[in-house]
Every structure is written in C-alpha cells, then in structure tokens.
C-alpha cells in the first residue's frame, strides 16, 4: 500500500508548490499534468502480470495472438472485441513483449486523460487530486479494454459538447471496437439539449437518464447474453444482483461530494460560464449517479460509470473551484480527502477487488 501513498503525494506535494503558479494563471501549472501523465504511464507500464483482476488474462490473450499468422486467426482466439485484437496483433508483429503493449496503450489512455483535465479544469491541481481519490487512474490502468474505449470517450466530449452528432457517434463506435458497453453513452448526447435552470432540474435529468441508461443496458444484457465472453461476465458473481458494499459505499461517497460541492453556489457557477461547458460537467457528473444509483439492482452498471467518473471528477472541482464563498477552499480539502478516503478504504478492507497490493514491477524478481 505504500506506493498508494506515494502516488497521492506525487500528486500533492507539486500541486501545493505548483497548483496556483504559473502562466495559466488560477488554473495552474501545466507541470503537474506531465508528472501525472509519466508517473501513471510507468505505474501502468512496468506492473508485473500479477498486478490486477484481469492481467493475468491479457498477457495470456496477448501471446496466443502473437501465436498466430494472421488477423483473422488472432480474431478466432480471443473473446475480445475486434478493435483490441487488431492492436495486439500489431503490437505483437513487432514485439513479444506484453509490458510494451502495456505502454502503448497507457500512453494513449493516460494522455486522454490528462487532455481531458487540461480543457475542461479549472483547476489543474484540485481536479487530478480529486480525480486520483475518485480511483479514476486506478481504473484506466486495470481494465485495459475500457480504459480505452473511456480514452475515447473523453476525446469525443468535445463533439458532445459543441453538438457535432456525426463526428461524436463515430467516436463512440470506435470506442466500442473496444468495449461494447460505450454504446449506451450515446444516450449522454441529449444532455446540451436539457434545460437545467435549477438544482432540482439537475436531478429530474439525472433519474431521466439513468433510467433510459438502465432500460438500454437490460436491454443490451439480453443481446450479449449469448456472446462467449459477455455471456460468462453476465452470469458472474459481478453481475449478480443485490446490494453489495462497494455500491453502497460508492452511492453515499457520490452524493456526500455532490451536497458538498453545491454548497459552493452551484447555480451561480453554472450561469457565470457561458460557454455552457461547467453545466454539461456537471450533468454528466449527475448521470454518473444517477447509474451508480441503478447499480444497487444491476450490479453491471457499476462499470458503466468509468466513463463518467472522470467528468464528474472534474466537474465538481470546477464547482469548487470557482466557489465565490468564504467555504470554497475548506470543501475543495473536504472533497479530496473524502474521495482520497474511500478509495483508501477500498485498498484495505478489500484488496480482492483490485489484485493491485502488493504493487510489483516485471523488473522483479520471481514473478509471471
């Protein structure tokens, strides 16, 4: 767990000494974005095969295609959608070595990212603070496929929201070339269109969309039902049903960040940005409740909501962040350090969930 530590003041310690300096002025310094995007690339890059749920099945992918001689084959031995099949086998032209594979692809799902933050934060330091405690980085890094289909995603939020519908529908296919489940964020695109004049409408938007959310993946569940790989994942202990802790524990964390950031002057934030991009932030932030919400009884929407955990992040770091009140500075530590907590909370209490500690490099000694 020390390297979990380590990592948040990697973030912290440059964000005191850099966060409000600079020639981006308020927003801070774009140093911190480079120490983020190399310290999660490497993070990323050199973990051992023993590091995460589902490494273990990558590697094992990755050198079955590298065994093949040609795409069509290397499709026919992967459950995988087409479009991650297609970059191992390319990578696999090239190399044998799954840990550039990794690097390829974190350069790419971490450069999004931080792109994502460099547009749309106000604060540089407070959103990749708040974005760390959110397990945002965390999320990228273990789960591959939608760590990519999610980079996408976060490339294709400007089309979402300058209402270019071509150019962000065609972004979204791409991203399911990686992960399917990417296709049910085509329902955001409505979201510029939705009157949001007060805290309340946030809300009634938000149950809107979840439940349209909701009815398109039961929907979806009954088409990927017979597929090799979805249909396993579906029936799985993950899929099951019920209220389980981690949902539970994402809900209150959620909606105690959510109250707090609104005492900031939510609706005063909203109206002094009149390039509409705060409140499409924070409908987007709404919606990724409202799914978590929906997540207690359809449990596979709690993966859903990786594509919004980082819009939400910095959505309401912009909230607290350009607060007017006495209070703002005090919430903007408060939501951190809440969000810093329950992740924390996550790592010890059920390290099962992640297989990420103890960390280790493929450098090490003894290991897969």
Known sequence: MWIHYALFATLLLPSALLGLRGNAGRRGSPTLLGITFVAFTAFSAFRAVSVGNDTVEYHRVFKAIAATDSFQEALSVSRFESGYVLVNYLVSRLTQDFNLLLLITSVFVYGSAVLFIKRYAASYSLALLFAFGMSVFYDLML????????????????????????????????????????????????????????????????????????SLSWLLTRLLISSAYYGHYLHSDYADGGVRSATVLLIVTRIILMLLAATCGWNAVVEADPSGRT????????????????????????????????????????????????????????????????TTTFFLYRPEWYHLFPYRTFFEEGLP
Do not use: C
């Not at 939608?146 to 929201?161: K, S």
């Not at 300058?162 to 962000?168: F, G, S, T």
């Open 143 to 214: 789960a591959v496929r939608q760590g990519i289909a999610v980079a996408i995603f976060l490339l294709a939020v400007p089309a979402l929201m300058e209402r270019k519908l071509v150019r962000y529908v065609l972004l979204v296919v791409l991203a399911s070339q990686f992960h399917v489940s990417v296709l049910l964020m085509l329902v955001v695109y409505l979201i510029p269109y939705m009157r949001l004049s007060t805290f309340g409408d946030w809300f009634k938007w938000g149950a809107l969309i979840g439940i349209v959310m909701f």
């Open 279 to 342: 409140r499409n932030l924070l409908a987007l932030a709404v919606a990724d409740v409202a799914m978590v919400v929906i997540a207690l009884g359809f449990n596979l929407l709690d993966r859903l909501e990786m594509y919004l955990t980082l819009p939400f992040a910095v959505g309401l770091a912009n909230l607290a962040a350009h607060g007017e009140r006495p209070e703002s500075s005090y919430v903007s530590a408060l939501i951190v350090v809440i969000a810093f907590a329950a």
